[in-house]
């Protein structure tokens, strides 16, 4: 019992970082109806920002820095690459988005190099003894962390002028333009919430084992989260991520006895076979709305 | 859609016989110094429909054909990027044909590769084999191994549309990468990996020297015979029934049902006939280089692919082969740029270098030509034969 409820914990830490990841997809995705691939990009280069920032201004404030650096350059990427395009199909829009998530990494990673950088977080991989439990302190604070900016998040659509005209703009592009709502501006404060998001689970996803030029892959399992949880539900990506994280965190532990045959790290893409299980029952996942098409 | 289409596509005013197979089907002829006057439906339908289009393909065939008499390792590569042309219109009929954004191409690749690997592989050697090296054998199981994992993939994807299902193949190849690298008994394991398919047709063997030509040139020969029979057959499935129907379903998926294609029908049949491409492509890529190993069907690949239909030209066959032709020889001409330009560096280790300007290349290029010329290199063809067309007054 120990080990499983260790094992959750584990997961629900893994999984805020997916959370946050999946929720910088939903926004963008709720604003533009298009799904950035270019997050992997932003997460790693928040990650490599306060690797970087870390050492001479402390880790607390390399943290919001690095965020706000990506946040910007999240916005650059909107001016330059996507406004131009709107309009044009879904499709197109999401491959330029797979194009800038190349180059972006390339780059990024001539500022890693070839060893692991540490982001200098406080935590390493020290224990903490929580009601019996082994915990690992990364996990409650990447917990904490998630908790507190998606309440803050909720609140920012719920109570302000700006989450509003986001919530207007998401349920229909022409009427909140006819209302007076800047849709260009929507569009541009959603790619720099996305990239800021992006940028702390990235700093998150690094704290204990550091960054690597393959950390980024920990940003595509953000997909089968908000595939789970409903492209369209800020709530759902939350949800979705803290369930792949932990059903992954399980799998991780119990799989090598349990089922062997299904190969050593199967861990890694228990994420993408959840997702195709869930979509199976339901293709506009837990909490998406069901597309209406008119004819 | 009925079974009879042929008769109603006649245009008024021409006898019916003159109609694609109709009893007694007279030529019918173009008048004289009007070439694009059509008088027939044959004539519009026609896969070589202008006199010029007949003479330029049978000149690039009489150049590739010459082209063998190039340096080994050019031969080689162009070779490589015959193969992927296989690959990019198989890409091609499901995403720009059919308009069903697959990332998934490097997982059917894949099932292709080692279905044609453990066909003809040695049967005593450390991995599966079965040692019918014939290339009928291997080429048609591949292709239809990596069919049927379309069609196991098409009831979901019929389901699913625009970028949930753009997920989910993306999914694929995560999932496909995984198993590929824990079957060691198949592929060899991961570092490791396993010899590929050999390609030998009615006992000759291309890839070894022979009176015929070097290793080189007998693979290139082959690569692009395979490549020009893949091409016309995806050609004529475009122009086809069929090819009508992915048309319909890309444009606006709902129409198409109302006109009466069934949807689940044919995305599972797009989504089959592009695996299997994918299948004979995977097969045949890497007899070139003779191994192969699991960790090579990433999502890097599914993204080349992307790159080729995209900076070829969606929906055209052409477009398919010049971008797979252009995606395949731009690591040979980043190789060409430390020469050129002194802070470019031929060392891994050193960070502007070739290998890294060579991927952001491929996100690079994608991005501009979404951008500024969607239609990709063939856009660009069209656009050079419209200004010289109605040359001396193109503005």
């Known amino acids: 019992m120990k080990g499983v409820l260790e094992s959750l914990v584990r997961g629900l830490g893994n999984g805020s970082v997916y959370a946050l990841l999946a929720l910088g997809f939903v926004i963008v995705y709720k604003a533009t109806r298009v799904i950035s691939f270019a997050q992997p990009a932003f997460m790693i280069a928040g990650a490599v920002a306060v690797s970087h920032l870390a050492g001479t201004t402390g880790f607390y404030l390399a943290v919001p820095l690095a965020a706000l650096l990506v946040a910007g350059l999240a916005l650059g990427v909107e001016r330059v690459a996507i406004r131009p395009m709107v309009g044009r199909p879904v499709f197109v829009v999401a491959i330029i988005t797979l194009g800038i998530d190349v180059v972006v990494r390339v780059v990024v990673n001539g500022f890693i190099g070839l060893d692991v950088r540490q982001v200098g977080d406080p935590w390493g991989l020290s224990l903490v003894e929580v009601g019996g439990l082994a915990v690992q302190q990364r996990w409650i604070a990447m917990l904490l962390t998630t908790a507190v900016l998606v309440s803050l998040l909720f609140a920012f659509f719920r109570y302000t002028r700006y989450g509003l005209a986001m919530r207007a703009a998401a349920f229909d592009q022409e009427t909140a333009l006819a209302q007076g709502v800047s849709v260009g501006m929507v569009f541009a404060l959603s790619w720099a919430l996305a990239g800021g998001l992006a940028a702390i689970a990235g700093t998150f ?12 892959i920990i940003a595509l399992k953000a997909l089968p989260a908000i595939i789970v949880g409903g492209l369209d539900s800020l709530g759902g990506a939350v949800i979705g991520g803290l369930a792949i994280g932990v059903v992954e965190s399980l799998v991780q532990s119990y799989q090598g006895d349990l089922a062997p045959w299904l190969g050593q790290n199967f861990a890694v893409v228990t994420p993408y076979a959840v997702m195709l299980l869930v979509l199976l029952v339901r293709p506009y996942g837990l909490f998406g709305t069901p597309e209406v098409e008119r004819v | ?305 992307i790159a080729m239909v995209l900076i070829g030209g969606v929906a055209t066959v052409s477009g398919a082969i010049a971008g797979a032709l252009f995606v395949t020889l731009l690591p040979r001409i980043t190789q060409e740029l430390p020469a050129l330009l002194p802070f470019v560096s031929a060392d891994t280790t050193q960070t502007p270098n070739v290998f890294q300007i060579q991927v952001a290349l491929y996100g690079l290029l994608i991005v501009l030509f979404l951008v500024f010329e969607p239609r990709g290199l063939f856009g660009i063809w069209i656009r050079a034969r419209a200004y010289w067309k109605s040359w001396p007054f193109s503005y």
């Not at chain 1, 996803?205 to 980024?216: E, F, K």
């Not at chain 2, 340096?71 to 091609?92: E, M, R, S, T």
């Open chain 2, 1 to 305: 859609m009925t079974e009879r289409t042929g008769q109603v596509g006649v245009r008024p005013g021409v006898r019916p016989d003159s109609g694609p197979g109709g009893p007694g089907a007279v030529r019918a002829r173009r008048p004289k110094g009007r070439p694009l006057l059509y008088t027939a439906y044959a004539q519009d339908m026609a896969l070589l429909d202008t006199r010029a289009k007949k003479a330029g393909l049978a000149l690039l065939l009489g150049a590739a054909v010459l082209l063998s008499g190039l340096p080994d390792d050019l031969l080689v590569l162009l070779a490589a990027g015959y193969v992927a042309a296989i690959g990019a219109i198989g890409l091609n009929i499901v995403t720009g044909y059919a308009g069903q954004v697959s990332l998934g191409h490097a997982f059917f690749v894949a099932v292709g590769a080692y279905t044609a690997a453990a066909v003809s592989g040695d049967p005593g050697g450390r991995t599966l084999g079965f040692g019918i090296t014939s290339m009928l054998v291997w080429l048609p199981a591949a292709g239809a191994a990596a069919a049927l994992a379309g069609v196991l993939v098409a009831p979901l994807a019929a389901r699913l549309r625009g970028l949930y299902l753009a997920i989910v193949t993306l999914g694929l190849v995560f999932l496909g990468e995984h198993v590929f690298k824990e079957w060691d008994h198949l592929t060899g394991g991961p570092g490791v990996g396993r010899p590929a398919a050999v390609p030998e047709l009615f006992g000759f063997r291309f890839d070894a020297d022979s009176a015929l030509g070097t290793r080189a040139q007998s693979l290139y020969m082959l690569m692009l015979v395979l490549l020009v029979v893949f091409a016309v057959a995806a050609r004529n499935l475009a122009r086809s029934r069929i090819g009508r129907a992915f048309s319909a379903i890309r444009d606006r998926d709902i129409a198409a049902e109302v006109i009466g294609v069934p949807l689940t029908r044919y995305k599972t049949l797009a989504f089959a006939i592009s695996s299997g491409y994918a299948g004979c492509a995977g097969a045949l890529m890497y007899t070139v280089t003779g191994f192969f190993d699991p960790g090579s069907f990433n999502l890097l690949m599914s993204v080349q692919f």
């Open chain 1, 205 to 216: 996803a690094g704290t204990g084992q550091g960054v690597d030029q393959l950390t980024w």
